[in-house]
């Protein structure tokens, strides 16, 4: 098998599990630069080498095209491929890294805890003043618990708009992470060949 069909089955091979249109684009990419190479008198393993290794490279565009699914169209499906993208490519990374998720991810699921709890006591305190504040007999009548419940149930709304902003950004975040990662971490030393 020539150095192009190799490396390009292997970036096919790689790129299994992304969209058929994406793979069939990225492979036409490639194949592209393998074309280029011949034309200034490359050979297909100088060109091949200049790009490296294809499972390295498979992974950082399965990787940008989770970030791009996620950045179009947040959802939390999406979301949850990005944080998985990230948290593998952590775990390959090696031991800095790790340590690092290890630290910063209880940090960010106990304070998204924290706040899913304040939103839930806030909207329920909420309900319970309009339903029933009357009975505390507090100063100002009916207008009170009326008031009190109002401005509970608004700051139960305002924290739920604040933990959605709060994790877009913290996906965002590591998809910024995962971009410098694979930039930094994962060209080839020969990495000045334009891609």
Known sequence: MSARA???ATLRAGLRGAPDSSIDEIIADYSTHF???????RSESDVAAALGDPLALAGELRMELRLETFEAAPSPRSAAEVISGVASQVV???FLNVALLCLVGPLLALSGLGIVIAILSAAGFGIWFLADGSSLGLPGGLGTPLLCGLGLLAAAISLTAFLFLAANAVVSGLAKYARNQYRFLTRPSNAGTPR
């Open 35 to 41: 074309d280029e190479g011949a034309a200034a008198a």
């Open 6 to 8: 190799d490396f390009l």
């Open 92 to 94: 390959a990374r090696g």
